[in-house]
């Protein structure tokens, strides 16, 4: 054998007398089971110890009987609760190691020392005691193999250290039975040293498969978590999305329903986001979305004592849950330091935004009683804030509640109302700014009831939109104003106001056009008004129907200027004839500077493109001058005449005619 060879041998050899520091895993699993079979090991020692040393009390001196076996049973005990000890601690690799190779040694010391005793002992005894002792000595190192079984390097050093010696002695007796003894022992240790190899090799393969195995667990883990956080984001703003929001409502709610505290639902839409996208294009609307998401978020972090959910529920709305038992003025504060974020300005290529947000909350259990009405009634708050109280926060009450009520019994009458009856018409008139003539009236519809009296067209307008009636009903209210304008002197206009659905629905203007050639009234005197948010619902199809009415003769305005998402585009890319300042600018022209200015700049507008500006809703004299000397072409309002029936025009003409002409009588004179 070539000596590289046996020394790759003799290092072979070696290492299985010691602890390898290779497998952190294996000495993990090595010293788990091996602290639970160590004090077992210990205790086949000491009451074997005990028995053979009583047996030898009347033999052999004390010193042998009781000294060394207190000594050795003593050092035993306190390794056996020492490794009782080892069971409740977590320890590092480096400390199991440290002692899985203590525990290796010691097995050197403590194999000797109870064989020298046995070999000492030995010579007192007669015949029976000294076959005790091989008895004791075979029967201790058998259980001294089969529990070290998990540190085959201790095992192996047990019988190395206590066979060896142990077939040598009991040979060297003679005694023929005590050398069948050794040699049975012999026999019966090779077996358990072969068994404690494959027995080691398939504890090691065990360990090192439960690993993988656990490695596998973790890895389909981490794949399940990963894909469980992506179907709860929004990919865009990496918010949780609208899944996670509801599952998050759900959670909240029956939470705050067994502990009986208040939780609230909020949406929040952001205003001005349309206008955003339309005009900077999508990646600019996607840049805005993120940031303002990101905003939001920071104010939900931060906020407290609240815990607030915030998610991303589409397009421009986000989600709110609001656990921790809130108040209403908790909301309030929240929803002002969201609106307070989403306003600050945005870096987007010097584009100037304008975002600012309407916030709708509910709250359990004052509002609702399952998490879906809770939302419902959080969308219905939104709905309101943002046609009454627009970038404000609204929390849903007891009014909001009768509001819906009364919606749903407005919406049940309109089905089954009769337009030409039911429905009445008023005429307000539009007055030129200087000449104090009346150039024309808006038609107005009123609808009278017989359930619920007269009832509101800002009520009535939009139900019929929702349930799908407005079309038949402009087509019958349109009829009838022409019928009423034909008897008008021949230049006294018309305003007919239009909804979305009127201009944005396929071939919605088509009955119109046939009713207003049936109608014999020119289509040169008469102006549609049109709103903001009627244009922005569907670009396109409000384009081409404006310029089918256009290409007839009839003029465009454009009514409510200020309110919806307006954007100054629209207003170039229409072909309009007026624009009408919204009545909120009007009201406090001259008490708040900022609405002064949007008047001029917005009659500066139609100045420079050539059409009329329109001020509605115009009640007092100090308000008539400043549009006056803002440049508005023409005025609409109480201060001239509210809303009147057909049969009160012809008067309200004549006593116009009269006082225009008396004052013309008196410039002249
Ligand atoms: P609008 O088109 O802006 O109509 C002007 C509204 O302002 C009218 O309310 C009118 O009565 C009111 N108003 C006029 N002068 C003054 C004033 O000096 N002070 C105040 N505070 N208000 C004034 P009304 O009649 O309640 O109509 C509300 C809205 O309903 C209208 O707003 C219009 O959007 C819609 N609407 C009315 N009739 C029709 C219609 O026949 N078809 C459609 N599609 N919508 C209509
Ligand atoms: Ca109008
Ligand atoms: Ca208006």
Redo the contacts with the bound molecule.
Sequence with gaps: MPVANLNSHIAAAVRLFRVPADNPDLMRAQFGAFSKQMPLLYFILMSNTIAVAYTYVNLAPDWLTIIVPTVLTMLAALRTFWWLRQRHLVRSDADILRNLRSTNWMTLPIGAGFTAWSFALYPYGDPFAKSQVAFYMAVTVIGCIFSLMHLRSAALIVTLIVDVPYVLFFWATGEPTLRAIAINNLLVSGAMVTVLFIYYRDFADLVASRKSLLAQQAATQALSDENFRLANLDSLTELPNRRRFFAELSSAFADAERRHVRVAVGIIDLDGFKPINDNYGHSVGDRVLIEAGQRIREVCEGFGPQRVEFARLGGDEFGLVVCGDPEDMDLMRLGERIGDQVKLPYQLDNAHTGLSCSIGFALFPDSATTPETLYECADYSLYHAKRHLRGRTVIFSGELEAEIRSRGVIETLLRTADFDTEMDL?F?PIVEAVSEHTAGF????RWRSSRLGLV???DF?PAAERIGL?RPL?QS?LGRALATARTWPDDIRLS????AH?VCAAGGILPLISIIEKSGVPPRRIDF?I?ETAVTFDFARAQESIATLKAMGCGISL??FGTGYSSLSHVHRLPLDKI?VD?SFVADINDNPVSHKIIKSLAGLCDDMEIACVA????TRAQLDSLRRLGCNFI????FA??MPASAIGDYLAKERQRLDGAGAKVVA
Excluded: C, H, M
Aim: aromatic fraction near 8%; charged fraction near 30%.
């Design positions: 008023v307000q808006e038609v107005l519809a509101s067209p800002a307008i407005i402009t209210l007919f106001n239009l909804s009127d008004e709103t009514d409510d009408k009545r509605e809703g115009v009640e609409q309002g109480y201060y509210k809303p």
